[in-house]
């Protein structure tokens, strides 16, 4: 129900009269906010907001699978701060919600408070709303419980007359504006069932705003949301269709903009941009817009040593810290000790707050920390205070970092008084880190690691009087392994907020000691800036182990946009064109290629998705095959490759330094000429043995490319991979093609054509390659390739002439029985090397298993048989038992998972499992056995010539009937090391018992799945036992 139908009883004449006089009020609101946000051009903490980019990016999040279109899914898309709540480009109705998001000091509550004095004077969103209701979140997070009316009330409290009754009327005319989003305790999905639609009914504050953010509250009203990236993502299940959107930190011309409208003279602020491109960390940190403010308040109260001071930065540690040690330092008329006991009071008060969730702070407050208003220097208190609005005596800090930071200086000094005894040290740092760890994403945590950087220990006595604890490096290291070591929190811990972190202290040893731990770097964030790529730079430049890392790089900000080459698909480059590579601007992936560079640096294998390979992309990355001899694996999924970057790429697989063994292109884009850029790399590089194509489409012309380099003598590619990248009509001509390669190129051993139309036709053009005895193919996978039985024989053929094939796959082709009648003959009459056949699919009945039952029986090399989704039946599978039987049969793994088997076949595999000593691996998934079946299954589970070691029985129409004869095969069978139950009607008396014969010491089962959800406590209880005493079983 609406706002306004609750409503619908209000008297006429009242109506009336909010009516007549609500446009007053409009005006004398705006009116107020123009003169409360005016300062904002004004006042020296958020002068900087005039020159934030109002231009904001637009955050779509795509999965790799989501769009069937090749290359990077989108560029960048834009979108200014005013018109973030108007219709769409095809006119639909605008979004109810806008998430602003960025990190601290990004700029979200000066862009917001620009955005409401543009309001109030009328130039954005004219006529869109009517009122527009500002709560500061961080302000209201210390009370215990609010009513949405209540926010409404303070917001107009210095304004008279019915507003309430107003804005309840005309809800779809309020824009509610929560700024600094707290992160929620719990994720948003747990809170649902807390929302209330009551605007008068009080709740705790997280659910209260919770209720605004998933439209329980004020459903018709729009919301306009600023928050760190951790919030954000608490908030996702709450969001409705919301528009997310980033700020953007201060580009070049911004930063140079800013540094000259503070700084007495163009010429100093020219020295100071220059000093900060001289050093790269700094310039970096500073392009968000706070740092720069603090810069240049810092610059502003020194003399003229300003090259110094910049080039002794690089964290943000360093810059707080500063700013704080050189206002202290301008302290007079009182005593060093006296204005240490001040700072030290500041930091007391800013964890006590931040322990509250409290950032207005009353005269009494700051009192109680030491810190008396009347004594204490005025202009000293200014550099870290303001008054709040609407108090004359209640003071919050210029900027919420600042309580951050100064509560991180308060815990990494706290133990220097003897406050707690060394032996209870570490469970008090445990308290700290789990209140403020969040995943490392809490900013108090980063600062207490830049405090532990070497160099700065000096700063912080002389600033707060106090030494950093001796205990706080060790107990850091030992709570971030935990961290990483734990699943639970591994699984929530963003690898690029420990890697800020680790940047902040600026310790390589201690940072490869805790990368040393990770071995998968997973970086799949829509959104990362240009100072999460220096973090992860240096995190990754030198590790112990090898490194396996994912980056997504839908949106890298910061980086200079470089223009795309025109016509994306070039004709093919000369091959004497000449690369200037300097004339190349810097790409996206600069700090991370420079940090591949490094001879120390271990990652092994490296993915790019949503890459977009440029010029000056291809330029770097071809430069880290320069130095680095660790990097085997490449991968770029979903991207778009230029010819340009392509040429730059292959330039540096022709290294002789290079030493990558893989490449693989997953969902690409690249034209025919990168592909006869990339042929050129096999006649140079001896190191490259495995090339992968996945649904990445690829012309005719591009194919035939690629076999012209693989023809040469020099090539020593072993895996090709060319799975549904074959375009429609053109497999008769890949597949001639690709025939010579298999002739003249001896070290190809594994070929995938899978999800390509080859057809029957193409099948006999590779067949003429196959044959030929200088091929040396051992796989082949012709799975899903339109094939039938008239493929089959010409693969027979194949089979009986080859020396080396071992794996065939021709799964999810309508071969039929006559087919695999076909393929048979060739594998009785062929030389006896293969050892994986795979058949799953085949259109394939009861006929078809004698001629299987044949080979079983004769030929000693098959070792594994997948005949998955056939309809084989009982009678099939007793021919194939016939088979299994026999001494030669040297199979070892055979699945016949939904194979229309019913328990009739239970005494035919019993009988095969008494005989068999070679069958491990049996999957009789999907099958409707029952119990009577299982029971005589078991039967042969038993025998001690069955030594079988995994059971598939998921979805067989099991029930506790069968438990009794399932659990005595867990005692007697000393060789199963997993059994599949899931899918099953085993309830709480065949569950315990199956758990008591898991206990029993023959039991060797090391893996059992079984559903558990509808089990009661007894059972769950007896399951947790079991875990005690036999750790090392997973279920």
Known sequence: ???????????????????????????????????????????????????????????????????????????????????????????????????????????????????????????????????????????????????????????????????????????????????????????????????????????????????????????????????????????????????????????????????????????????????????????????????????????????????????????????????????????TGVSVWKGQSWMWGLCSLAAEGLQKRQVLFSVSDLRRHGIRVNETNCAFLDQFFEKAEGGADVYTFLHFSFQEFLTAVFYALKNDSGWVFSDQMGEIWQEIFQQYGKGFSSLVIQFLFGLLRKGKQKAVEMTFGRKISPGLQGELQRWTEREIKDKSSRLQTEAVDLFHCLYEMHEEEFARRIIDHLQLVVLLQPTYTKMDMLAMSFCVQSSYSHLSVSLKCQHLLGFEKEQPAPGFMSPALSSNESFQMHNVPVSQLHLFCQALRSSYCKIKDLKLIFCHLTASCGRDLSSVFETNQYLTELEFVKSTLEDSGMKFLCEGLKRPSCTLQSLRLYRCLISPASCGVLSSIFSTNQWLTKLEFYETKLEVTALQLLCEGLNDLNCKLQKLKLCASLSPGSSEAICKSLASVLIFNPYLMELDLSENPLGDKGVKYLCEGLRHSSCKVEKLDLSNCHLTDASCVELSSFLQVSQTLKELFVFGNVLGDTGVHHLCEGLLHAKDTTENLVLSECSLSAACCEPLAQVLSSTRSLTKLLLINNKIGDLGLKLLCEGLKQPDCQLKDLSLWTCNLTGVCCQDLCDALSTNEHLRDLDLSDNALGDEGMQVLCEGLKHPCCKLQILWLGECHLTDTCSAALASVLNRNVRLTLLDLSGNYFNDLGVQMLFDALSHPMCKLETFYIDTDHLHEDTFRKMEALKMTKPELKW
């Open 1 to 331: 129900m609406t706002s306004r139908k609750k409503r619908k009883d209000m008297e006429p004449a009242c109506t009336w009269s909010l009516l007549s006089r609500e446009k007053d009020y409009q005006e004398i609101y705006r009116k107020h906010l123009r003169e409360k946000y005016i300062k904002i051009g004004v006042d020296r903490c958020y002068h900087h907001g005039k020159y934030i980019e109002p231009r904001l990016l637009l955050i779509k999040e795509y999965g790799v699978s989501e769009e069937k279109l090749c290359g990077i899914p989108q560029q960048d898309h834009f979108i200014e701060m005013e018109h973030v709540f108007d219709p769409d480009e095809v006119g639909c109705s605008p979004s109810l919600t806008v998430v602003l998001q960025g990190g601290a000091g990004v700029g979200k509550t000066a862009l917001v408070h620009k955005f409401m004095f543009d309001w109030a004077t009328g130039v954005v969103t004219p006529g869109r709303f009517d009122y527009l209701i500002y709560v500061n979140c961080r302000e209201i997070g210390h009370s215990t419980s609010l009513s949405a009316a209540d926010l409404i009330t303070s917001a107009f409290k210095d304004r008279s007359g019915p507003i309430l009754d107003i804005l309840l009327e005309y809800p779809e005319k309020i824009l509610f504006i929560l700024d600094g989003f707290p992160e929620l305790q719990y994720p948003g999905c747990d809170q649902e069932k807390d929302l209330s639609p009551n605007p008068f009914e009080k709740k705790p504050v997280e659910t209260l705003l919770c209720s605004f953010v998933g439209k329980k509250l004020f459903p018709e009203s729009s919301l306009l949301i600023t928050a760190r990236l951790p919030a954000v993502k608490k908030l996702q299940s709450l969001l409705k269709q919301p528009i997310e959107a980033e700020i953007l930190w201060f580009r070049d011309t911004e930063k140079r903009a800013y540094f000259s409208s503070q700084l007495s003279s163009a010429d100093t602020a020219m020295e100071v941009f220059d000093g900060l491109q001289e050093n790269e960390d700094l310039d970096i940190v500073s392009s968000l817009p706070i740092v720069s403010w603090m810069l240049c308040s810092v610059l502003k109260s020194q003399g003229d040593d300003n090259m110094t001071t910049l080039r002794s930065l690089q964290t943000m540690t360093d810059v707080y810290l500063l700013y704080f040690s050189k206002y202290f330092e301008t302290l």
